[in-house]
T-cell receptor, first 111, second 117 residues
Framework: LAKTTQPISMDSYEGQEVNITCSHNNIATNDYITWYQQFPSQGPRFIIQGYKTKVTNEVASLFIPADRKSSTLSLPRVSLSDTAVYYCLVRSSGSARQLTFGSGTQLTVLP | GAVVSQHPSRVICKSGTSVKIECRSLDFQATTMFWYRQFPKQSLMLMATSNEGSKATYEQGVEKDKFLINHASLTLSTLTVTSAHPEDSSFYIC?????????????FGPGTRLTVL
């Protein structure tokens, strides 16, 4: 399983765009990058998944460069309710492998 | 999206007692369920993987006789913490994976906060 590295914490202010970068130097050809969000005392919630270039949904965008050794989760115009831990995971499709959570990034949005 | 529930959401027990936590997939059939444990300010740690109708596979360092897992149906898995001690106090989270799921998408439950006095 590819190991991921992301910042332990980040602070931002309401209304700003937040970019959280994750490194996954050993990503394999059939691996996808997935991001989860976790609020205190809740289970993780799927945010977005991608393989290459850019993926966008209603809550976030995911940017993946050509070498796929890193990825950036972009949260547009964050609000106080976006304060949470964000986990970057690498996983394979069609596999029975479990998810391996890294340390995650604690995002704190300030008023 | 798929919904996974856990019961109870919070439990406090005395040391030496056993506690059962239920994990249910409400609107889909889960061939595989996973049990995680999360200590304060730490990440999720996988404890075991259970497939319906078969024995659970435990991660290294997790005592199978202490953490009993039963996955008797496609919608229910239970984790029983036997002879609980204060060091077992933690946040226990289950997830479930559905049938024919190419992406192995796991849907997480809301977690169960266990406090052992």
């Amino acid at each position: 399983l590819a190991k991921t590295t992301q910042p332990i914490s980040m602070d931002s202010y309401e209304g700003q765009e937040v970019n959280i970068t994750c490194s996954h130097n050993n990503i394999a050809t059939n691996d996808y990058i997935t991001w989860y969000q976790q609020f205190p005392s809740q289970g993780p919630r799927f945010i977005i998944q991608g393989y290459k270039t850019k993926v966008t949904n209603e809550v976030a965008s995911l940017f993946i460069p050509a070498d796929r050794k890193s990825s950036t989760l972009s949260l547009p115009r964050v609000s106080l309710s976006d304060t949470a831990v964000y986990y970057c995971l690498v996983r394979s499709s069609g596999s029975a492998r479990q998810l391996t959570f890294g340390s995650g990034t604690q995002l704190t949005v300030l008023p | 999206g798929a919904v996974v529930s856990q019961h109870p959401s919070r439990v406090i027990c005395k040391s030496g007692t056993s506690v059962k936590i239920e994990c249910r997939s409400l609107d889909f059939q889960a061939t595989t369920m996973f049990w995680y444990r999360q200590f304060p300010k730490q990440s999720l740690m996988l404890m075991a993987t259970s497939n319906e109708g078969s024995k659970a596979t435990y991660e290294q360092g997790v005592e199978k006789d202490k953490f009993l897992i039963n996955h008797a149906s496609l919608t229910l898995s239970t984790l029983t913490v036997t002879s609980a001690h204060p060091e077992d106090s933690s946040f226990y989270i289950c997830s479930a994976r559905g049938l024919a799921d190419e992406w192995n998408e796991q849907f997480f439950g809301p977690g169960t906060r266990l406090t052992v006095l």
